[in-house]
């Protein structure tokens, strides 16, 4: 089997990409500190999973809109306001809203949680199908911040005239907390240590 860098002593640096030697722990070439690996990976990315499964109960139970239809003012949840546009015909906004916000961060959450299983040892899976999920994770997370557009857009479009105006409710704030948190987990997640895992395995 091939040798990783890491076996052989070799380090790339995050910054100018030159490769240099572990034991040196700094660049030769720009001079910032050299990492084998993001230091404690899972433990952070476990962590900011849980902050952001936390403030994803408040961004799906509290209004994320407040509208005033008639001169009648109601908050509305995630899953309602998709309910509502529904119910509009406004069938692409409301599968927009529910793909974003719920089905998205949703998976995301799950697929780091799992990957963090892998890297402990805890669940099995092909290094290969392990590295899709995590592929997938970085293509869907882009995407996560749709839903804070879409409400801000439509307030934006639906504040003309007494007919109907939406306002952002409090659940929008811990929303972008959750994007946030679920950005910053997939970051510090480091996915070589699924095939430093692999290795070590193999070769016991
Ligand atoms: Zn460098």
Redesign the pocket.
């Known amino acids: 089997m091939l040798k990783s860098a890491q076996e052989l002593g070799k380090v790339s640096?995050h910054?100018?990409?030159?490769v240099g030697s572990i034991e040196k722990h700094v660049?030769d070439?720009?001079?910032?500190e050299l990492h084998s690996r993001k230091t404690n990976s899972v433990q952070r990315c476990i962590a900011l999973l849980f902050a952001s499964v936390v403030a994803y109960i408040p961004a799906n139970v509290w209004p994320i809109m407040v509208i005033t239809q008639l001169g009648v003012t109601e908050g509305s949840t995630i899953l309602g306001g998709v309910a509502i546009f529904w119910q509009m015909k406004a069938y692409p906004i409301a599968t927009v809203i529910f793909i974003a916000s719920v089905l998205i961060p949703g998976l995301k959450i799950i697929a780091l949680i799992w990957l963090c299983a892998l890297a402990k040892g805890l669940v099995k899976m092909s290094p290969k199908s392990a590295n899709k999920i995590y592929w997938l994770t970085e293509l869907v997370g882009r995407w996560s911040m749709v839903d804070v557009f879409v409400v801000a857009i439509l307030v934006a479009l639906i504040q003309m005239g007494n007919f109907m105006s939406i306002e952002p409710g409090r659940a929008a704030v811990s929303f972008t907390f959750m994007v946030v948190l679920t950005m910053l987990a997939a970051h510090s997640f480091d996915p070589r240590i699924i095939w430093d895992r692999v290795r070590s395995t193999s070769s016991s």
Do not use: E, L, T, Y
Request: proline letters at 0%; one cysteine or more; charged letters at 10%.
């Open positions: 640096c910054i100018c990409a030159q660049c070439r720009c001079h910032s």
